[in-house]
């Protein structure tokens, strides 16, 4: 069996089993600057149970971590908190290697794991919220979270160790050798946790909002999600956070995005971040081809404002424009204010096609879209800027700053 990497301790009897993937960079196309980690746990009492699994391939590394604990046969419980395959893809090399175990799950887990295994030979147990599996000294109670971010998505809860296995939600895609939270940079685990939640999480709000009250009955001290590290010293912070972007919180921040094609909606967007910049808020200024979907995605979370810019190609707006905003308007960014801007030459389209977007996801428009014919004039590059500081102070607005 491999030997185990990057063990940690949670408590006695509690270990991390999981992997480390510190190569992916496309994870369903989330940019993964950092790799991420695939986290399992295992709880030993009177009774042995495997909380979650790894993606595939990486049966092998999880099995030999399990295996430097415990003899496989022994283990009784394997829990599946969530069947996505980058917990549950191994699920049939578990079953298979672990000759006495009872898979835990709710009955939808059950019922997506049977689509993608042949589990008629597996032993089962559905569970529901409230339910518990004895251990000895501890018990796993479980509690459906669902739609944070599938349907079956369930959090496990110790009570004895007021500790919560909290699947995906406060994870983060962040591969590191240390496990814990207080043996990282903090700053870095909330920059990563919060591009988690705005590109795997945000649709979800409502049902965040939910679970964070289902959460607020708990006794938690510790929160091991199913990606990057462990909350131990900071658990409050990454609640507070996730209370935050459940709503969209916004800041004192105007976000402008832009694609250009011979420069023209480019020196429209820099004269609106200019305008924005120097009125005492956070501006950003995102070309769509200079950075990722996913790094978009996160800047819009917190953003009050937006102004939203494209060139016009084929009456249109540019391929990667659109690209961010049908990305957009499945993440649905709730509450913000914003307008659409861009160039044209002998037909409209591109601002026009922007406009449309922006109503469609339900934000405040501004104003009607700002537009340059071939070459902003002067006079337009003044109203862009014009319209920056009005961005700005509608966002020092909706943050409620002084
Ligand atoms: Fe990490 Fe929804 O899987």
């Known amino acids: 069996m491999t030997p185990i ?17 510190w190569n992916v960079r496309d994870f369903h196309g989330y940019t993964a600057h950092r790799g991420t980690t695939y986290n399992a746990y295992l709880v030993r009492d009177e009774k042995t149970a495997l909380v979650d699994a790894v993606k595939a391939p990486y049966a092998d590394e999880l099995l030999g971590n399990v ?32 000759p006495n175990a009872t898979l835990v799950a709710n009955a939808k887990c059950l019922e997506a794991l049977g689509r993608y295994f042949d589990t008629s030979g597996w032993k089962t147990r559905a569970v529901e919220t409230g339910d518990c599996v004895s251990l000895g000294r501890r018990t796993l109670r479980f509690v459906n979270t669902p739609m944070v971010h599938w349907p079956e998505s369930m959090f496990t809860y110790v ?4 500790l919560l296995f909290s699947m995906d939600a406060f994870g983060q895609h962040y591969a590191t050798s240390q496990r814990f939270d207080d043996e990282v940079d903090l700053s870095t685990v909330l920059s990563e946790a919060k591009a988690y939640y705005a590109n795997i999480v945000m649709p979800y709000g409502k049902q965040v909002a939910k679970t964070l009250a289902l959460a607020a009955e708990l006794e938690i001290d510790w929160i091991a999600p199913s990606h990057g590290v462990i909350w131990r010293r900071h658990p409050g912070e990454i609640l507070k956070a996730y209370g935050d972007w459940s709503v969209c919180r916004p800041g ?17 967007a820099e004269a609106i971040y200019e305008g924005a910049s120097g009125e005492e808020v956070e501006a950003v200024l995102l070309h769509v081809r200079r950075c990722d979907l996913t790094r978009i995605a996160t800047e819009v979370l917190d953003a009050a404002t937006v102004a939203f810019g494209s060139a016009t190609l084929n009456r249109e707006m540019m391929p990667m424009a659109s ?15 914003g307008f659409a801007f861009g160039s ?21 428009i501004l104003r009607e879209p ?20 009005m961005l700005a102070r509608k966002a ?4 409620g700053a002084t």
């Open 5 to 21: 990497s990057n063990a940690a301790k949670l408590k006695d009897g509690i270990d991390w089993v999981g992997f480390v993937d």
């Open 67 to 98: 295996a430097a604990l415990t003899e496989l046969s022994r283990v009784d419980y394997v829990v599946s908190n969530h069947a996505e395959p980058d917990h549950a893809g191994v699920m049939d090399r578990v079953m298979e290697a672990l």
């Open 159 to 162: 009570p004895e160790e007021k």
């Open 252 to 268: 004192p921040k105007v976000l402008v995005v832009y694609d250009t094609m011979w420069g023209s909606t480019g020196r429209m």
């Open 323 to 337: 690209a961010v905003l049908t990305y957009w308007k499945g993440l649905r960014p709730s509450g913000k204010a």
């Open 344 to 364: 044209y030459g002998w037909g409209r389209g591109g601002p026009e096609a922007v406009h449309a977007c922006l109503e469609g996801l339900g934000w405040e």
């Open 370 to 389: 700002l537009r340059a014919r071939y070459r902003p004039s002067p006079e337009v590059l003044d109203e862009c800027c014009e319209a920056g500081r």
């Open 396 to 399: 020092r607005e909706m943050a």
